[in-house]
């Protein structure tokens, strides 16, 4: 069975770094793909960073590219995101997602939610001043 499963959430205050985590089990690993995305109260889910892992390759929704960074463990069939200079805007439900076989995707299809079919529970960020 497909799943993932994240961690690594928190409160931290303004100018801080997170890293969360995302395990993804029942794949085959080297031909997925794997999204973050971020859900701030009462707002819309929105993917900010996505990566093929076969490939390596790598999309940054354009606001947080330079402050969020996406990579990979692949033994571990673990994705991280780092989060760096945290503003209170980041305070969000954080999720990810992930898809076995991923075909070839633009960068607006690589952060949408279309693609992907296996969702995780979410870890929750709180940034505070």
């Known amino acids: 069975q497909e799943q993932v499963a994240e961690s690594g959430g928190g409160s931290v205050q303004i100018g801080g770094s997170l890293r969360l985590s995302c395990v993804a089990s029942g794949f085959t690993y080297s031909a997925a793909c794997v999204a973050w995305f971020r859900q701030p109260p009462g707002k819309e889910r929105e993917g900010v960073a996505a990566?093929?892992?076969?490939?390596?390759?790598?999309y940054y929704l354009d606001v947080e590219q330079g402050r969020f960074s996406i990579s990979q463990d692949v033994p571990q069939n673990t994705v991280f995101l780092d989060l760096s200079n945290l503003q209170t805007g980041d305070t969000a439900m954080y999720y990810c997602?992930?898809?076995?076989?991923?075909?070839?995707?633009?960068?607006?299809?690589?952060?949408?939610?279309?693609?992907?079919?296996?969702w995780g529970r979410g870890t929750q960020d709180r940034v505070s001043s």
């Open positions: 990566l093929y892992t076969g490939s390596g390759k790598t």
């Open positions: 997602e992930a898809e076995g076989h991923c075909p070839p995707m633009t960068a607006r299809q690589a952060l949408g939610t279309a693609v992907y079919g296996n």
